[in-house]
Each structure stands twice: as structure tokens, then as C-alpha cells.
């Protein structure tokens, strides 16, 4: 069974860095996309960005690209998610996700963590 | 950006009857080369992490019951409960995977009244 299993709930201040964690379980780590999305309280989900832990490509979105740093390891089937300053505005739920593949261009979502809620407040 | 909305925002449907959602994206997501929509829909529901309903637009995911089908090509896409049941009550998300930086629309919240 495949399983994406997130870090647990951080509360951090302003300023401060953090990394979170995603462990992927039941099949190939390094043969699928991981993509992270952030969903801010009672709010609509926003694709951050992507990575592909085979070669470590990684895509960004703009509106996070210099934000936050999406990187991987294959030897222990993990995607992290880190910032090195946070804000009050970064309060929310990540979530990992797997996407489906072909080629070089990663599809939908089939697989999802349960989400990390990092609240950071002074 | 491709840009995804969706309406209504919110749908409150009785039990047991229709409920259509519909999404519409800026760009065109239909793929000429393969004749695919790269269109997913998401459901989740409350305190829950998305989960994956319909993808290439009309393509069910395993396990998803049969009420739930999507439909449209191009720019204009709809999903579809044909007989709302009480576990159905959730946010649902249409989402573009045609480019990066990938899109979701902003949900719609389907009740039951």
C-alpha cells in the first residue's frame, strides 16, 4: 500500500528556519514526482512545488521560488520541505503528494500525506 | 499562469439528487498530441487530506463510486455526483497539470440541505 507519511505539527516564531518531511512507503521513491502544497487556514490549496527524487529535477512556482527549498533523499525515500526564515504569513497545513508520470512531466495527485500544520507566531 | 475557477461556491443538494460543479480554466489544457485534458478533480473533506476523484478529465480513480463523473474538454469541465450521499459533504477542487506552474481552482463546498 502506498503511503506518504508527513512530519508532525511544528509552532515556530518569525525569523525562525524549519524543515519538514515527507516519507514515502509501498513502492519506487525515486521513480515518481513529490509535489508540495500549502493550504492556509480555510483556504484553497496552492501548488508550491515539485521534485523528482530520481534526479532531483525540481520545478518551483513563482510565487514561492526563493521562499521555501524543496529537495530529497533516496536512501531513506524522503522529501523536505525547508525554510530558512519564516513568517506569520506561512501559517498553514503542507501537504505532500505523489504525482503520477510519464516521461519527464508529472501528472495528478494520486497519493497524499495527511499534512503538516506549521503555525509560526511570536 | 493557467488560472482555474470554479462555481458555484457553494452548492447545498438533497439527498439523493444531482450535484454538478463546474470548472473553467484560462488555457486551453487539452493536449493535441494525445488527445488528453490534463484536468484532475479532488475531494476533501473536513479535517482530511485531498483525495484523487477523477483525473484526464473523465477517467475515474480506483475505489471512487460510480455517482461521481467528470466530464468537458478544453477549457470548460464539470463533475458530476448523480445521487448525493451524506458522505459526499466536502470541498471539491478541480486541478490543471497541463503546465507549471501547476493550478487548482478555488473549491466548491457541496452540503447536503
Known amino acids: 500500500e502506498v503511503q506518504l507519511v508527513q512530519s508532525g505539527p511544528e509552532m515556530k516564531k518569525p525569523g525562525e528556519s524549519l524543515i519538514i518531511s515527507c516519507q514515502g512507503f509501498g513502492y519506487t521513491f525515486s521513480r515518481y514526482w513529490i509535489a508540495w502544497v500549502r493550504q492556509k487556514p480555510g483556504k484553497g490549496l496552492e501548488w508550491m512545488g515539485i521534485?523528482?527524487?530520481?534526479?532531483?529535477?525540481?520545478r518551483y512556482n513563482p510565487s514561492f521560488r526563493g521562499q521555501v527549498t524543496i529537495s530529497a533523499g533516496t536512501s531513506i525515500n524522503t522529501a523536505y520541505l525547508r525554510w530558512s526564515s519564516l513568517k506569520a504569513s506561512d501559517t498553514a497545513i503542507y501537504y505532500c503528494?505523489?504525482?503520477?508520470?510519464?516521461?519527464?512531466?508529472?501528472?495528478?495527485?494520486?497519493?497524499w500525506g495527511q499534512g503538516t500544520l506549521v503555525t509560526v507566531s511570536s | 499562469d493557467i488560472v482555474m475557477t470554479q462555481s458555484p461556491e457553494y452548492l447545498a443538494v438533497s439527498l439523493g439528487e444531482r450535484a454538478t460543479i463546474k470548472c473553467r480554466s484560462s488555457?486551453?489544457?487539452?493536449?493535441?498530441?494525445?488527445?488528453?485534458?490534463?484536468l484532475a478533480w479532488y475531494q476533501q473533506k473536513p479535517g482530511q487530506s485531498p483525495k484523487l476523484l477523477i483525473y484526464?478529465?473523465?477517467t475515474r480513480e480506483s475505489g471512487v463510486p460510480e455517482r461521481f463523473s467528470g466530464s468537458g474538454s478544453g477549457t470548460d469541465f464539470t463533475l458530476t455526483i448523480s445521487s448525493l450521499q451524506a458522505e459526499d459533504v466536502a470541498v471539491y477542487f478541480c486541478h490543471q497539470y497541463y503546465s507549471f506552474p501547476f493550478t487548482f481552482g478555488p473549491g466548491t463546498t457541496v452540503d447536503i440541505k
Open positions: 521534485i523528482y527524487p530520481g534526479d532531483s529535477d525540481t
Open positions: 503528494a505523489r504525482a503520477e508520470w510519464e516521461v519527464v512531466h508529472p501528472y495528478y495527485f494520486d497519493h
Open positions: 484526464w478529465a473523465s
Open positions: 488555457q486551453n489544457v487539452l493536449y493535441s498530441s494525445n488527445n488528453y485534458d490534463y
